[in-house]
């Protein structure tokens, strides 16, 4: 298991600098410097800004400044928000964000993994027909189009909930936008658990717990539930890279102070140094959590450690 | 009874597939022919029509947005720009999915593994944030969101077509073709591309959701497609703000992009269906 685990570790590593490298390459590929206002300033004052934020330096020794900076979790200053370095801005905004992540990607697991078996039990009936039409709207809608809508019926129309961050309190604001941010992946999930728990219930192994008289519930709960769950699991990784990026939207629709809409912020007030840091954050989030989904692959999997 | 059960199951599959593509098509024909024959442009504003509700009179028949735009034929060139990012996304999957796919199982061995390697790498990548990097490091171009969106499009299909080429490589047809003498590309190309047309065709039609999904998400941030030009995304983002008093602004361009997406969506689940229980027979 140690070997399996150092073996992953290592595959994780190239793919994370690889994304550092491409993002900082591109970042300093843009045209223009990040201070060139049409104010005109005297070269002694420019040079000393550049000095100062070793933009003289060549490109290898500033890309190798930056990577020991993100090694310490620093990812230098904002040039739009001037008093304050990425670190600081994306340690305001990360709780938030991750706060809202966590609630959805839990509510996602639980609703979908749920209604995924009932319809899988219930395979061509027309609860299983009805539920998966339901994932396959939950599927096809955006998350743009569907945050509006919810906050149209539930704050605009009914008014139990608040329509913006600011307008509420406590669970009562985080409610939609997790609704919002779960619903496609409850249907993604859903969708997944029923392909594969229908899969796992046609094994040789089932047919033979059956045939010793073991009820449906028995069944699911001890024999079927932990292979069906493997397809599920690895679609972790991807889940978590579908609910930051969904969080983006979402943060923006509901004013919610988080990383998403500081992402955006930053990007259309062309922050470089904030854009990358925020690219470089996300880019460690996905790939730290598609090792751990290897990981646990291979707890629950003893045939995957051995390859 | 078992019979009669397949053949019901087989003729709605075929059913779900007919209709959703009959549907996309006339959505097609209806966005190209819709904005020759209205009156309207999708430029021309008009100040004593500011936010009108739909309207057959003066033939607004979707309103007119908060500039009296008619929202028909915007809404409509919107779909348009969908279509076309649809198009887009299936030939560059296609082209460098299949080839890439294809090559790197039929090689095998190192070949293969250093090609799967980048794949997987690129695919733990976060590709979205890249883009919006891009758009922001580059100016907003509507090209730079194709090419985006292509590179993102191709790894599904590459991971597919390698895995039915590795299967493929084993026929005999193929064996007898490397014992002619007829070259790698050229088997590649001949001998096992055309057998790869069914999984292609159910993959590419899966994948144009997410590319539709992704031009219309960097539109709705303002990052996508620039004004005066318009698409589905960019629609409903102007649409949001206004849902209170103008509830058509959202309401039109948010339940066309969803019609769209689920009628891929059911095509490539239909289509799958389809080939799936042809290939168990």
């Known amino acids: ?147 509006p809508l919810l906050v149209l019926l539930f704050a605009v129309k009914l008014q139990w909930l608040p329509a913006s961050w ?121 790939v730290l959590f598609n090792l751990v989904v290897d990981l646990l692959y291979g707890v629950i999997d003893p045939r995957i450690r051995q390859r | 009874m078992s019979m009669f059960s397949r053949a019901f199951a087989h003729m709605r599959t075929s059913r779900t597939v007919m209709f959703s593509g009959g549907l996309l098509v006339a959505i097609a024909i209806i966005a190209i022919i819709g904005p020759w024959i209205s009156p309207h442009s999708y430029l021309t504003t008009d100040f004593d029509n500011l936010v009108h509700a739909p309207t057959l009179r003066s033939m607004n028949v979707f309103g007119t947005d908060d500039l009296g735009r008619d929202l028909f034929v915007r809404t409509m060139l919107g779909v348009q720009v969908t279509l076309v990012v649809a198009i887009v996304a299936s030939v560059v999957s296609l082209v460098i999915g299949v080839l890439y796919g294809a090559t790197a199982g039929y090689i095998g061995g190192r070949v293969d593994a250093v090609m799967m390697r980048l794949v997987d790498t690129l695919y733990a990548t976060p590709f979205i944030f890249f883009v919006i990097l891009l758009l922001v490091v580059f100016e907003r171009n509507f090209l730079l969101i194709f090419v985006a969106i292509g590179a993102i499009n191709w790894l599904d299909m590459a991971r597919i077509v390698r895995g039915q080429t590795l299967s493929l490589r084993e026929r005999e047809f193929v064996e007898s ?29 899966l994948t144009i959701p997410q590319a539709i999904l992704i031009e219309s998400f960097l539109s ?51 289509l799958r269906d389809l080939f799936d229980s042809r290939q168990s027979r």
């Open chain 1, 1 to 147: 298991m140690l070997r399996y685990a150092l073996r992953r570790l290592l595959g994780a590593v190239p793919t994370l600098f690889l994304v550092i490298v491409l993002a900082f390459l591109l970042v300093h590929a843009a045209p223009g410097g990040p201070f060139d206002d049409q104010r005109v300033l005297p070269p002694e004052i420019e040079a000393n800004i550049a000095a100062a934020y070793h933009l003289d330096e060549p490109l290898v020794m500033q890309f190798l400044r930056y990577i020991g900076g993100v090694l310490r979790g620093d990812f230098g200053p904002s040039f739009s928000y001037r008093d304050y370095t990425v670190s600081e801005l994306i340690g305001r905004s990360f709780p938030i964000s991750l706060q809202l992540g966590a609630l959805a990607t839990l509510l996602a697991a639980i609703v979908g993994v749920g209604t995924g078996v009932v319809a899988a039990l219930r395979q061509n009936s027309a609860l299983d027909k009805v539920v998966m039409g339901f994932a396959m709207t939950g599927i096809s809608i955006p998350v743009f189009v569907i945050a």
């Open chain 1, 166 to 286: 600011t307008g509420g309190q406590g669970a009562s604001r985080l409610l939609l936008p997790v609704i919002s941010l779960a619903l496609p992946q409850i249907a993604y999930v859903a969708r997944l658990t029923r392909a594969s728990l229908i899969d796992v219930l046609s094994s040789d192994f089932i047919r033979t717990a059956r045939a010793q008289g073991l009820g449906t519930v028995a069944i699911i709960r001890y024999h079927a539930l932990k292979p069906a769950m493997l397809p599920v699991l690895s679609y972790l990784g991807p889940a978590v890279a579908a609910v930051l990026t969904g969080s983006v939207v979402v943060e923006e629709i509901f004013g919610i102070p988080g990383l998403g809409q500081l992402f955006v912020r930053g990007s259309l007030n062309r922050d470089y140094t904030l854009v990358l840091g925020v690219v470089v954050f996300y880019a460690s989030l996905i």
């Open chain 2, 177 to 205: 073709a490397k014992l002619i003498g007829v070259s790698t590309p050229r088997i590649i190309l001949r001998h096992i591309a055309p057998n790869l047309i069914g999984v292609v065709i159910v993959y590419v039609t």
């Open chain 2, 220 to 270: 709705f941030l303002g990052l996508g497609i620039q004004e005066p030009q318009t698409s589905l995304g960019k629609l409903v983002s102007t649409g949001v703000p206004k849902m209170g008093n103008a509830l058509w602004m959202l309401l039109i361009p948010a339940t066309l992009l969803a019609t769209i997406l689920l009628c891929f969506n059911f095509l490539g689940d239909g």
